[in-house]
């Protein structure tokens, strides 16, 4: 078992207390991980730091008051600075940490990520299975190397491996559900709109977005659902978690990238409201 400290920074944020504004700023892919991190065994906490945060504060609650065994932080282009500036204050504390950085930056810039001395490792591609395989490793006390999607550096106490990702994941469902108090005391604690992750990827390819490149990184089918059961479960889970729940948002690049799927989870949601004295109003992009 590893204590995994995961790590996400937002430019815009309420306060440096509760940094997140809404529910809607939970990081999604990382919310996954998390998930299953705790899944397979792993204590996992979770941060969100802000421009205003006390980095060096920061560092000191995660490597000395939670004690964790490896910091794996994600981050897009803009956030990847005060990330960084996290890691290096990690590694003053305490220079054996593993850090490991994935997300958007790293998966397109992976020899700039990787260059960085704070950062031991970086993930490229979906990461659901290569950190838990990455934790896997790091609380046994072996080598995280030969791990498709990972990069680890060769100085130090890893060897230098470069390993391709995997293909993509296609079925959604092997994933838990996220947990929600990972994230609980960083949001505004006033705040109901939440979002539920419906499906994965993009049939377009936008030049402004960052998805005609994503989806080149692993081999296979890229835009993917889950199943309406295993949405459905969520939507229960949570309205049970917060009854007052007025509204909800279907996060989805777009939810007509298959009809079939849209008219299935739609069957479902009505059948959900026609029991709900409160219907609850939904929307998707």
Same mark, same amino acid.
């Given at each position: 078992?590893?204590?995994?400290?995961?790590?996400?920074?937002?430019?815009?944020?309420?306060?440096?207390?509760?940094?997140?504004?809404?529910?809607?700023?939970?990081?999604?892919?990382?919310?996954?991980?998390?998930?299953?991190?705790?899944?397979?065994?792993?204590?996992?906490?979770?941060?969100?730091?802000?421009?205003?945060?006390?980095?060096?504060?920061?560092? =000191?609650?995660?490597?000395?008051?939670? *004690?964790? &065994?490896?910091?794996?932080? %994600? @981050?897009?282009? !803009?956030?990847?600075?005060?990330?960084?500036?996290?890691?290096?204050?990690?590694?003053?504390?305490?220079?054996?940490?593993?850090?490991?950085?994935?997300?958007?930056?790293?998966?397109?810039?992976?020899?700039?990520?990787?260059?960085?001395?704070?950062?031991?490792?970086?993930?490229?591609?979906?990461?659901?299975?290569?950190?838990?395989?990455?934790?896997?490793?790091?609380?046994?006390?072996?080598?995280?190397?030969?791990?498709?999607?990972?990069? =680890?550096?060769?100085?130090?106490?890893? *060897?230098? &491996?470069?390993?391709?990702? %995997? @293909?993509?994941? !296609?079925?959604?469902?092997?994933?838990?559900?996220?947990?929600?108090?990972?994230?609980?005391?960083?949001?505004?604690?006033?705040?109901?709109?939440?979002?539920?992750?419906?499906?994965?990827?993009?049939?377009?390819?936008?030049?402004?977005?960052?998805?005609?490149?994503?989806?080149?990184?692993?081999?296979?089918?890229?835009?993917?659902?889950?199943?309406?059961?295993?949405?459905?479960?969520?939507?229960?889970?949570?309205?049970?978690?917060?009854?007052?729940?007025?509204?909800?948002?279907?996060?989805?690049?777009?939810?007509?990238? %298959?009809?079939?799927?849209?008219?299935?989870?739609?069957?479902?949601?009505?059948?959900?409201?026609?029991?709900?004295?409160?219907?609850?109003?939904?929307?998707?992009?």
């Amino acid at each position: 078992m590893a204590r995994v400290a995961c790590v996400f920074s937002v430019e815009l944020y309420g306060t440096v207390d509760r940094p997140l504004l809404d529910w809607g700023r939970v990081p999604f892919g990382l919310s996954v991980i998390a998930a299953c991190l705790e899944a397979a065994g792993h204590e996992v906490r979770s941060w969100v730091i802000c421009p205003a945060s006390q980095l060096d504060l920061i560092a =000191t609650d995660i490597v000395k008051s939670f *004690g964790c &065994d490896m910091v794996a932080a %994600s @981050a897009v282009t !803009t956030q990847f600075p005060i990330i960084s500036r996290l890691c290096q204050q990690v590694k003053l504390i305490d220079e054996k940490t593993p850090v490991i950085v994935g997300g958007v930056h790293a998966s397109l810039n992976p020899e700039e990520t990787i260059s960085h001395a704070e950062i031991d490792a970086i993930c490229i591609g979906e990461g659901e299975h290569a950190m838990v395989a990455f934790a896997n490793a790091i609380g046994s006390g072996r080598q995280p190397v030969g791990i498709p999607g990972l990069w =680890t550096k060769g100085k130090g106490q890893w *060897g230098p &491996d470069r390993n391709p990702p %995997s @293909a993509f994941e !296609t079925n959604l469902d092997r994933f838990p559900l996220m947990n929600l108090q990972h994230w609980a005391s960083w949001v505004n604690p006033e705040d109901r709109s939440f979002r539920i992750v419906v499906g994965r990827g993009c049939p377009y390819g936008c030049t402004y977005c960052s998805n005609h490149a994503l989806k080149k990184l692993n081999e296979g089918r890229y835009v993917r659902f889950r199943s309406t059961d295993h949405i459905m479960k969520e939507i229960n889970r949570l309205v049970e978690l917060y009854p007052e729940i007025e509204k909800l948002h279907l996060e989805i690049e777009t939810i007509g990238a %298959s009809t079939a799927f849209a008219i299935e989870l739609c069957d479902r949601l009505a059948d959900f409201n026609a029991l709900r004295i409160n219907r609850i109003a939904f929307r998707a992009n």
